[in-house]
């Protein structure tokens, strides 16, 4: 819409007066007021409409858009083409994002990668396009992507979209800066410093104290943490490599997430490193077993250094016992840290924070709040509780960057503590996101999240065709279960029935990806053949979606 023009005032022209220059002589005559900001816009948009005509109720862009990307800003006068189409890049995005909250449009648009690569031509050509071509990529780019928002989708740990958030996307993209220093992101600077302290006094360190990060997600935030530890115990690893260290070794439940393993082949300690304990049925990791595995490393010369507790298994949604982890790691002096990536917004309830009970006593968190709190994506951090350890074990001393010299206090140049040196300023959705619904805005957010997977449980898990993967209520929101359409629910042969129950899932998927109808995920774990796992973290679901996946998954289902 265009933006309305402020009615004229004497407040306001006292206001533009105000705000002239002081040094003006009284040789020079009085000068009328400069158009306001808002003025000047409503100029320019007005100019543009001019170059545009309507069709089918929309404004399409004629001659004016055969002009290529040179003519935009920052090229002279660019000012009225640059404004008129990012209007229509704005309205493309309004579109889509009205859409994606709509019941009655489709989840997905499927095409298999060759049929998609076909359909639009996607390479990249020597001569520029015109606007009009830039425009049409966007829509076909739109068309085709998953529409992540709609209230029927569940496929990821990571779902929704909220306004406020997309605002600050989009502020942050204008702004374009760089999160290395406080000299060319003041203000993002600042507010990661009060967000990182804020998280870091829920988790329940004393007066928020401590250190972090945010990261390009949790596997990145993983890494930090081990490569922390190792630090932590051996600094000399630092400049020396790991021919200066003994044989290490890592400890992290059989479900937890496989980013413990990438971290240690990545920082050179290797996979088989990495001990998996033994988790009980429904997904947590046994005490007894990570003690007995610890002894052992112990006994063949290998030194423990790491053991990640997992807040919210991947596939289960599983809270490991952080108070017995944590007193096996003081007890055998290793870092503990606790991968919270999907379960650590449970600490902003009050009603669930109870499944972290003893996160406070951890080295380090992994937190997304691209996971349960709907942050754009993305938005990870790894909080730290020790002060200053991410400086000594990352920082380099860029004399290019990290002058000594500077006139302002260089603990707010946090570039040299990360292992990156651009880093993405993603601070800001969370921050604005958090200022507009306060913690508890989040907390009922996440508290109705945790109701809907209730009730999904409560209506599938004694009804007929349905079969859950483990006993008792799941911790989070996910839940895991079979489908068996009616063919196959009386069926003796049990090898038999398990091979087909294992092609049940798959083929109920892709079909619901043809339709277009929703998504939710499945997987094989362990000896258990293929079921879904159905995950909620979008706020835009309500009771309504969760009845509509069950009837779905019969309809698409019943021929099997």
Known sequence: QPIPQPPSSNLTRQ?????????????????????????????????????????????????????????????????????????EVVDILLAYIVESFDRDTKVIDFHYPSELLQMNNWELQHEPSTLDDILISCRATLKYAIKTAHPRYFNQLSTGLDMVGLAADWLTSTANTN??????????????????KKMREIIGWHEGRGDGIFSPGGAISNMYAMLLARFK???????????SVPRLVAFTSEHSHFSIKKG???????????????????????????????????????VPFFVSATAGTTVYGAFDPLIAISDICRKYNIWMH?????????LMSRRHRWKLDGVERANSVTWNPHKMMSVPLQC???????????????????????????????????????????????????????????????EAQIDKCLELSEYLYNKIKDREGYQMVFDGKPQHTNVCFWYLPPGMRYMDDKEEKKKRLHKVAPVIKARMMEYGTTMVSYQPQGDKVNFFRMVISNPAATFEDIDFLIEEIERLGQDL
């Open 15 to 87: 206001r533009a007066a105000a705000d002239a220059p002081k040094t003006a002589t009284a040789l020079k005559p009085p000068c009328k007021a400069s158009p306001t900001f808002t003025q000047q816009v409503h100029h320019i948009y007005t100019h543009c409409k001019k170059k545009k005509k309507k069709i089918n109720g929309d404004y399409v862009a004629t001659k004016f858009f055969s002009n290529k990307h040179d003519y935009l800003l920052p090229a002279m006068d660019g000012d009225a083409k640059t404004l008129s189409f990012l209007q």
């Open 179 to 196: 999160m290395f220093t406080y000299e060319v992101a003041p203000v993002f600077v600042l507010l990661e410093y009060v967000t990182l």
């Open 233 to 243: 115990m051996f600094p000399e690893v630092k400049e020396k490599g790991m021919s």
């Open 264 to 302: 240690a082949a990545a920082l050179g300690i290797g996979t088989e490193s990495v001990i998996c304990i033994k988790a009980d049925q429904s997904g947590k990791l046994i005490p007894a077993d990570l003690e007995r595995r610890i002894l052992e490393a112990k006994q063949k010369g290998f």
């Open 338 to 346: 606790v991968d919270g990536a999907w379960g650590g917004s449970l």
């Open 380 to 442: 990870s951090a790894l909080l730290v509780r020790e002060e200053g350890l991410m400086q000594n074990c990352n920082q380099m001393h860029a004399c290019y960057l990290f002058q000594q010299d500077k006139q302002y206090d260089l603990s707010y140049d946090t570039g040299d503590k990360a292992l990156q040196c651009g880093r993405h300023v993603d601070i800001f959705k969370l921050w604005l996101m958090w200022r507009a619904k306060g913690t508890i805005g989040f």
